[in-house]
């Protein structure tokens, strides 16, 4: 009986979640506004911009749209008052399909069924921990009218590889698809770029900066004397495991097991020892932190973080007896962290590199998990541990793509910065006590979104940078290039520092700036405005953000105060 629901349940989770790939798409495509980058803000883009009339072409690389939603396997990283407010009315909307698409095709437990707010996962990062195809049959779904409409049209497994450009305008773009090599033509009038490391800044000529800035040109409390373009965060290719007593699920050795075992990283100030073991970095005190690891736990141990229930994306007791023979747990963790390389800003073929030995750093995690990994009760290892192939939908078991920290971002009018967002740097800019302080308000606002300064270790050596910051704004300015006037960012790509990128890079605040940036080209368009009038003059910018604010995005905080 266990077996025929599980059959069912894959076979209708593979039915709505079916991509809408175009094996015979046209050599050339032309549209109001091109996305390229199908993750979760390029989503975002793509539904303002169809609601608002526009024809669409939406590009993913992969052949899952959703990002760090279902590609990268990243479940929600979200804000204390996301059930409330500061989120948008769209990504609300996709935050209960979720919920509504369990209720209706799991057999959940009563108990869950009937949660308000139900978290499938119950992991504790977030309120709505789930599987990422889940997330892939919510998002297919909420495109799906407009796709079998004519308005849009999704090439999966297709990237950026060229651009048509004249002079501070992008004429079109070319795409390559990855599975026949083909190259096609997309024409627009507006184009966001939406890809996870901002591919389309350097064909397009968008002028955009990488890593960190130096203080001289931000005079942000936490940047170098330097400017180090090459120093970029770290990235991740999460997987997920479920455990069996009793079993053996050990995989193959990994090629670099011996050196990931034995790495202990060069971070300043220091890394607590092994980068494979169950100490860290604690990111906001940077002393040592110990956690723990227990697929049997449902609570702490003395106060530790149990990394089973962190990032935990099916929790068996949600569901009825026997569909879930175990718990289901996403591995993202500092443990998996790579940052001895970059992905962009390098040779393609050095990129690869990086790529492989990424990917060989969480084969290694894993397999030190099944066999060396010490346990609460003495022993070593847990080979029980089983990799989850089928949640994250590739053969090698990892995600399908690497979970991207940090973008190039363009060179903005306007650019956001720790002074505008930090607590502790509006508190020495404005003189007011931590609880007066708010960020700083911005004329231009386009939503809003809520993080800490959460800065993961770097490519260049730096431990974490992990700061308080305000409830913030997030800024037209910020979306509109220096120079190129009809391209636009559509995730973490905007115009934001190294340091303030780590607040505006998460799930809500990326779906806001794709969502704003969708309906930007749209108003664009039907205004026959180019988006820097539009920031520029007081009467466009009211009647735009009163188009955002009838379409529910919030543009300002209720008073809050510091995360």
Not at 258 to 276: A, E, H, K
Not at 326 to 343: A, H, K, V
Not at 366 to 382: H, K
Not at 424 to 433: I, N, P, V, Y
């Amino acid at each position: 009986m266990y077996l025929q629901r599980l059959v069912t349940r894959r076979s209708v989770l593979a039915t709505l979640a079916a991509p809408h790939f175009v094996k015979a798409a046209p050599r050339e495509l032309r549209c109001d506004v091109a996305i390229l980058g199908g993750g979760t803000g390029g989503v975002a883009a793509a539904l303002a911009a169809l609601r608002n009339g526009m024809r669409v072409v939406l590009t993913e690389e992969t052949d899952w749209i959703g990002g760090q939603l279902t590609s990268q396997a990243v479940p929600p990283d979200e804000h204390p008052w996301i059930e409330q407010f500061g989120r948008t009315r769209s990504y609300a909307a996709y935050r209960a399909a979720v919920r509504e698409y369990y209720r209706a095709h799991y057999p959940l437990s009563e108990d869950a069924r009937s949660a308000a707010f139900l978290n499938p996962g119950g992991g504790t990062v977030s309120p709505l921990t789930h599987e990422p195809r889940v997330s892939l049959a919510v998002l297919e779904s909420m495109l799906a009218p407009y796709s079998g409409g004519g308005e849009l049209i999704v090439l999966l497994r297709h990237k950026p590889v060229g651009a048509d450009v004249d002079g501070d305008r992008v004429r079109a773009v070319r795409v390559r698809s990855l599975e026949a090599g083909v190259d096609r033509i997309i024409t627009a009038e507006y184009f966001l770029d939406a890809t996870e490391q901002g591919d389309l800044l350097p064909l397009t000529r968008t002028e955009f900066v990488t890593g960190f800035e130096s203080i001289r040109k931000t005079g942000e409390p936490h940047a170098p004397e330097q400017a180090q373009p090459a120093n970029i965060q770290a990235f991740t290719l999460c997987f997920a495991v479920d455990h069996f007593p009793g079993e053996n699920h050990v995989i193959d050795k990994p090629e670099e097991y011996g050196f990931w075992r034995d790495y202990v990283p060069r971070m300043r100030p220091p890394w607590p020892g092994r980068l494979l073991s169950w100490s860290m970095t604690e990111p906001i005190s940077l002393k040592e932190r110990k956690v723990v690891f227990d697929p049997a736990g449902e609570a702490p141990r003395a106060g530790a973080l149990n990394l089973w229930l962190y990032r935990r994306i099916a929790r068996a007791k949600n569901f009825a007896a026997g569909a879930y023979r175990s718990d289901i747990t996403l591995i993202n963790w500092p443990q998996n962290d790579y940052w001895l390389g970059n992905l962009h800003g390098v040779a393609e073929d050095e990129a690869a590199r990086h790529l492989r030995r990424a990917r060989q750093l969480s084969l290694s995690l894993l397999y030190w998990m099944q066999t060396e990994a010490p346990r609460p009760d003495g022993g070593a290892g847990w080979p029980g541990l089983r990799l989850r192939y089928d949640v994250t939908g590739t053969e090698d078991g990892l995600a399908k793509a690497p979970y991207i920290r940090e973008s190039r971002r363009i060179e903005a009018e306007f650019t956001v910065l720790e002074q505008h967002v930090g607590t502790d740097a509006r508190m020495r800019l404005t003189g007011q006590k931590r609880d007066e302080i708010a960020a700083e308000p911005f004329p231009d606002s386009v939503g809003v979104g809520s993080y800490r300064i959460d800065l993961h270790p770097s490519s260049g050596g730096d431990n974490y940078i992990d700061v308080s910051s305000l409830p913030f704004q997030i800024p037209l300015g910020a979306f509109i290039p220096k120079r190129v006037e009809n391209v636009l960012p559509a995730c973490k790509n905007l115009g934001t520092t190294h340091i303030t990128n780590g607040c505006y890079r998460l799930h809500p605040v990326e779906w806001n700036i794709g969502e704003s940036a969708g309906a930007l080209a749209a108003h664009a368009v039907s205004a026959k405005q180019p988006p820097r009038r539009i920031r520029n003059h007081s009467r466009l910018l009211r009647e735009f953000q009163e188009k955002l604010m009838a379409q529910g995005v919030e543009l300002a905080w209720p008073r809050l105060g510091p995360r």
